[in-house]
């Protein structure tokens, strides 16, 4: 399958700084690709999904000024968290759209706000 | 409303046992596709099955089975042979129709498999 590099897998950031994750598709152009989110021991949550080239489309409830998505290249999705908060703290998990059969995760980006 | 329900929290199984873990869904659109994945501690998903609303046949990938009850709207996952290994968190979900949005996967809330030596 193909292969999707995430980065970085953990980060440790101070309140009120901002956090750049990038997902990068190693082997294959990907015009679209999802943002996850997911609390311990719970389900992944749709954040936005990302178009190459135009702006992203954010699910009912998340912030698009907190949550920066930019998908500038075919092989790269960058996700900012800006002025982070204790309650941002969370797993973020990237995924390219493969074939209808397939969905190509990032290794995910374990991020804790102090 | 949920489109994909994991009734099970948490699931005990004795190593070489097989176990089944439970999804049912919801949806209107005729096209669909059904995944399970395995997330371990370490966070990765790891695809393990898919099964396509057309498919007459039930998906098998080596130990994973998916009975796939198209009418019950159900789609669960058989492991046969557990292994200590498989102990981890296990995703249904589903991907519909086509557009701008074809392509985003709707989880279910998860279960937690634990494999007992």
């Known amino acids: 399958g193909a292969v999707v590099s995430q980065h970085p897998s953990r980060v440790i950031c101070k309140s009120g700084t901002s956090v750049k994750i990038e997902c990068r598709s190693l082997d294959f152009q990907a015009t679209t690709m999802f943002w996850y989110r997911q609390f311990p021991k719970q389900s992944l949550m749709l954040m936005a999904t990302s178009n190459e080239g135009s702006k992203a489309t954010y699910e009912q409830g998340v912030e698009k000024d907190k949550f920066l998505i930019n998908h500038a290249s075919l092989t790269l999705s960058t996700l900012t968290v800006t002025s982070a908060h204790p309650e941002d703290s969370s797993f973020y998990i990237c995924?390219?759209?493969?074939?209808?059969?397939?969905?190509?995760f990032g290794q995910g980006t374990r991020l804790t706000v102090v | 409303a949920q489109k994909i329900t994991q009734t099970q929290p948490g699931m005990f199984v004795q190593e070489k046992e097989a176990v089944t873990l439970d999804c049912t869904y919801d949806?209107?659109?005729?096209?669909?596709?059904l995944f399970w994945y395995k997330q371990p501690s370490s966070g990765e998903m790891i695809f393990l099955i898919y099964?396509?609303?057309?498919?007459?046949q039930n998906a098998t990938e080596g130990r994973y089975s998916l009975n796939f009850q198209k009418a019950r709207k159900s789609a669960n996952l058989v492991i046969s042979a557990s292994q200590l290994g498989d102990s981890a968190m296990y995703f249904c979900?589903?991907?519909?129709?086509?557009?701008?949005?074809?392509?985003?996967?709707?989880f279910g809330q998860g279960t937690i498999l634990t494999v007992h030596p």
């Open positions: 979900a589903m991907r519909e129709g086509r557009g701008t949005s074809y392509g985003k996967l709707t």
């Open positions: 949806t209107s659109d005729p096209s669909y596709g």
């Open positions: 995924s390219f759209k493969g074939d209808p059969t397939e969905a190509f």
């Open positions: 099964q396509g609303s057309y498919d007459e």
